[in-house]
């Protein structure tokens, strides 16, 4: 199975700062990657897929970069409602499988 | 808009049969586009994908789980189902149903159910 490894596993942050989060992938997955974003008692919500491309109604303060096996999620000027845990997925290769995920806190 | 609602007990015994269901609304598990399937999550493994189905009936497993899962469609109810038998403590999970994108997104979860909680136990 492909390991996703995010770092940091929380990271403190304030309101207008700029964030990134960093994903890993123990072989490449090419762009084949998801980042989702997860509110306490929620579902996951799908942000982001192939890497970069914003799903649908995401706001344009997230954004994906990355190929091959190192990839990262940036929310350019943190909002109140953006605090929760985010995670990425490799979708490369069966099983698909998540990173351990990265609180993002006040 | 496609909503996805689990249903089913929230405490099994060990050893016994794990059965839950997944209704979808505001659209059609027979539809050739999407798959649909189930992903757990419990605090110390993170989040699992167990499996999915096709509109074909075809099936999709994390080969950790292969031997003990099952899901099946129901077109008639517009639901699909999870089975997970000889359940351990290590089954106790939040299980999600879900809707995999087609095509180059295929392993791309898109829509999730609201999940809910199953504990094993005796």
């Known amino acids: 199975d492909i390991q996703m490894t995010q770092s940091p596993s929380t990271l403190p942050a304030f309101v207008g700062d700029r964030v990134t989060i960093s994903c890993r992938a123990s072989?490449?997955?090419?762009?084949?990657l998801a980042w989702y974003q997860q509110k306490p008692g929620k579902a996951p919500n799908l942000l982001i897929y192939?890497?970069?491309t914003l799903e649908t109604g995401v706001p344009s303060r997230f954004s994906g970069s990355g190929s091959g096996t190192e990839f990262a999620l940036t929310i350019s000027s943190l909002q109140p409602d953006d605090f929760a845990v985010y995670y990425c997925?490799?979708?490369?290769?069966?099983?698909?499988?998540f990173g351990q995920g990265t609180k993002v806190e006040i | 808009q496609v909503q996805l609602q689990e249903s089913g007990p929230g405490l099994v015994k060990p050893s016994q049969t794990l059965s839950l269901s997944c209704t979808v609304s505001?659209?059609?598990?027979?539809?050739?586009?999407?798959?649909w399937g189930w992903i757990r999550q419990h605090p110390e493994k993170g989040l699992e994908w167990l499996g999915y189905i096709f509109h074909s009936g075809s099936t999709y497993f994390n080969p950790a789980f292969e031997s003990r899962l099952t899901i099946s469609p129901d077109t008639s109810k517009n639901q699909f189902s999870l089975s997970l038998t000889s359940v351990t403590a290590a089954d106790t999970a939040v299980y999600f149903c879900v809707r995999s994108l087609g095509d180059s997104g295929t392993g791309v979860f898109d829509i999730w159910g609201q999940g809910t909680m199953v504990t094993v136990s005796s």
């Open positions: 072989q490449t997955i090419r762009t084949y």
């Open positions: 505001g659209g059609s598990i027979s539809t050739g586009l999407y798959y």
């Open positions: 997925q490799q979708y490369y290769s069966s099983p698909w499988t």
């Open positions: 192939k890497a970069s």
